[in-house]
């Protein structure tokens, strides 16, 4: 049966990854691990600010859902390297790259990705690599703030603690700040290590509060585990 299976009020999108997306690859050397680790951040960073500056400031049309609504939604399922999370099923999965023990995904709020010129975003995004033995995790992670700020966002941390994600401990932070055309950003990072590999997941929102998205976003953090 082609397309996706839905089973009580789920989508299951497992049956329709792609097979070339989710072969086994060999591991990399230990010689270009860095150089992978830094193009995937680089390719993910890249797809975050294409989002960032996509707004033309125009008023949307629709308003994204805020945070009064119920919290129970119809959501889809993801399950591909490793990793199994569901989302909203109104939400878009927009970048799905697995390779190994790397990947990187991105799934975006409906009306942004029906509406490039639109002025608000609501964005999730998961980066998985494999750890380079010559650096540590929070270094890793302020590369990928680096990366942000170095392309126009001007973003600051406001808080951190630490926090369970999927049965793991982690970090988590919470940036706030301007893009780079002035529109308001809010991050949630969420980072840890767990058997030599790396993750680090961004909720991102522009254009409007983080709180306002909170019941969405807690769709996908609540629903993590590592399989």
Known sequence: MNGPIKKDNRID???????????????FGNKYRKELLAGAIAVLIALLI?????SGGTTP???????????????????AGGIYLEYPQSW??????VNGNNMQIV???????NNPNNAQLAAFTIL????????????RKDVFIQSLTNSGANIVPKNT?????????ATETIYDGKGPKNEQIQLKLIYFEQKDIIYIMA????GMELQSQSQYFDVILNSFRLQ
């Open 203 to 206: 909720c991102l929102t522009k």
């Open 92 to 97: 878009n999965l927009t970048t799905d790259e």
């Open 128 to 139: 998985k690599v494999q750890k380079d033995p010559y650096e540590t995790l929070e270094q």
């Open 13 to 27: 999108l497992r049956s329709s990854v792609k097979s070339s997306n989710r072969r086994n690859i060999s591991p």
């Open 50 to 54: 294409i989002m960032l500056t996509s």
């Open 61 to 79: 049309e629709n308003n994204i859902s805020g945070s009064n609504e119920t919290p129970k939604m119809p959501v889809k399922i993801y399950s």
């Open 107 to 113: 799934i975006q709020d409906p009306v942004s990705i």
């Open 161 to 169: 603690t630490n926090r369970t994600i999927g049965g793991i401990n």
